[in-house]
C-alpha cells in the first residue's frame, strides 16, 4: 500500500512538472508565434525603410550633384566679382575724374562770368563818370567860348581892334617922325583912358587859352577811353554771346538725350502711350519753361496736370529715370517714391529697377514701407527694438532666405 502511495506520489509530481513543462511549452509557443509576426512586421518596415533609404540616396546623389555644380559657379564668383569690382572701380574714378573737369569747367565759367560781370560794372561805371566829365567839360569849353567872343566883341566895339590884329601895338605915333611925335601929357591922357576903358572891360582872364588846352586834351582823353570802353563793351558782349551759344547747344542737347530716354521709360512703365517734353514761354532754350505731356494708352496727349495721383507719379519717375539714364550713377537712393502708387504700379516699377540694374551696373538703395517692393529686393535692412529705448538694425539676404527655405 505504501508502494503504490509513492507511486501516485511520484506520478502526481511528475505529472505536475509534465503540465508545467507543457504549459511552458504553449506559453513559449505563443511568445514565438508572436515574435514571428513582429519578426514579418519588422521586415516589411526594414524592407520599406530600405527603399525609402534607396529613394534618399538618389535623391541625395543628385543633391550632390546640384551642390557640386554650385560650388563650381561659386568658385568662378571671386572672379566675376573681381572684375566687376574692377570695372566699378573704374567707372566711380571715371565719373569722379569726369565730376572734377565738369566742376572746374563751372568753376572756370563762373570765375570768368564774375570777372565779366564786374568789369562790365566798373566799365559803366567808368563811362557814367566820363559821361558827366564830358558834359561838364563841354559846358565849360561852351562859357568860356561865349566868354571869349563877348571880349572880342566888346574889344572890337570899343577899341576898333580886329581879332588878328589883337596881339598888335595899338597906338596913332606907329610910322610917325620922331619930331612929329604927339605930345606926352596928351598920350598919357589917352592911355588914362584906354585904361579906363580897359578896367571898365571888367578883368581878364589871362589862362582862358592854356585852360582850353587843358580841356581839349581832357576832352581827347575822354574820347580814346570811350573807344576803349566801346571796345571792351563790344568784346564783351561777344564773350556773353559765345557762352549763351554753347550754353544753348549743351542745352539742347542734353534735352533731346532726356526727350528720347523719357518717352522710353514711360513707354515701358505704362506698357504703351507716349510721353514727351516741350520748351515753352520763349524761343530761347536758356529762358524757356518745360512742359511735359504725356499720352497714357486709351488716352489723347494732355498736360501731366490732367493725370490722376498714380500717373502723375509715374511719369514723374519716368523723367527722373530719364534724367538717370542719360548721365548714370554708381548708386541711387529712392526714398519712398512707390507711396503713391498701386500694387500694379508698383509691379512694373520694380520690373524697370530690374532692368536698370542690368543696363547701368547701378547699385539701387530704395526707402519703402510696401511689402511689393521689399519681396522684389535683393536684401533688406530693418530696424527693430528688442528693449526700450535700444535699437538694433537687422538685415535679410533674400536669395539666402529662399534657398533655405527650398
Known amino acids: 500500500m505504501k508502494d503504490l502511495i509513492n507511486k501516485i506520489t511520484s506520478a502526481q509530481e511528475e505529472y505536475a512538472i509534465s503540465l508545467s513543462k507543457n504549459e511552458s511549452i504553449k506559453s513559449d509557443s505563443i511568445k514565438r508565434s508572436e515574435r514571428i509576426k513582429n519578426i514579418d512586421i519588422e521586415l516589411e518596415n526594414w ?14 546623389a543628385d543633391r550632390k550633384l546640384k551642390i557640386n555644380h554650385e560650388i563650381e559657379e561659386n568658385q568662378k564668383n571671386p572672379e566675376r566679382i573681381a572684375t566687376s569690382k574692377g570695372q566699378n572701380i573704374q567707372n566711380l574714378e571715371n565719373t569722379k575724374k569726369r565730376n572734377e573737369e565738369l566742376d572746374r569747367d563751372l568753376s572756370e565759367a563762373e570765375n570768368k562770368y564774375n ?37 572880342m566883341y566888346t574889344v ?55 585852360e582850353t588846352k587843358r580841356y581839349e586834351e581832357e576832352i581827347k582823353k575822354m574820347e580814346d577811353d570811350r573807344a576803349d570802353l566801346y571796345s571792351a563793351i563790344v568784346k564783351l558782349k561777344a ?65 501731366i496736370t490732367l493725370l490722376s495721383g498714380g500717373e502723375q507719379a509715374l511719369t514723374a519717375l519716368s523723367l527722373i529715370f530719364a534724367v538717370f539714364l542719360v548721365n ?13 502708387l498701386d500694387d500694379a504700379n508698383v ?18 538703395v530704395i526707402i519703402t514701407h510696401h511689402a511689393l517692393t521689399m519681396s522684389r529686393m535683393h536684401r533688406l535692412y530693418g530696424v527693430t527694438m528688442p528693449e526700450k529705448g535700444i535699437s538694433q538694425l537687422v538685415s535679410v539676404d533674400l536669395q539666402k532666405a529662399e534657398g533655405l527655405v527650398a
Open 156 to 210: 572890337k566895339n570899343e577899341l576898333n581892334i580886329e581879332n588878328e590884329n589883337l596881339l598888335l601895338t595899338s597906338s596913332d605915333i606907329n610910322g610917325l617922325e620922331e619930331e612929329n611925335f604927339p605930345n606926352i601929357a596928351d598920350q598919357e591922357q589917352k592911355v588914362e583912358k584906354i585904361k579906363k576903358q580897359r578896367e571898365a572891360l571888367g578883368s581878364v582872364n589871362l589862362r582862358a587859352d592854356e
Open 239 to 303: 564773350s556773353i554771346d559765345e557762352l549763351n551759344q554753347k550754353g544753348r547747344e549743351r542745352l539742347l542737347e542734353a534735352f533731346n538725350k532726356i526727350n528720347r530716354k523719357f518717352n522710353d521709360v514711360y513707354t515701358k512703365l505704362f506698357s504703351g502711350g507716349s510721353a514727351k517734353l516741350e520748351l515753352v514761354d520763349s524761343d530761347d532754350p536758356l529762358e524757356a519753361g518745360l512742359e511735359m505731356l504725356v499720352s497714357p494708352p486709351g488716352k489723347r496727349l494732355q498736360s
Open 347 to 364: 509691379t512694373r516699377f520694380c520690373a524697370l529697377l530690374d532692368e536698370l540694374t542690368k543696363i547701368t551696373k547701378t547699385k539701387f
Open 47 to 60: 524592407k520599406s525603410l530600405k527603399t525609402n533609404s534607396e529613394k534618399m540616396t538618389l535623391e541625395l
Open 115 to 151: 570777372l565779366i560781370n564786374q568789369n562790365l560794372k566798373s566799365i559803366q561805371e567808368k563811362l557814367t563818370t566820363l559821361r558827366e566829365n564830358k558834359a561838364r567839360n563841354e559846358a565849360t569849353i561852351e562859357g568860356i567860348n561865349n566868354r571869349k567872343r563877348d571880349l
Open 328 to 340: 548714370p550713377s554708381p548708386i541711387c537712393v529712392l526714398d519712398e517714391v512707390d507711396a503713391p
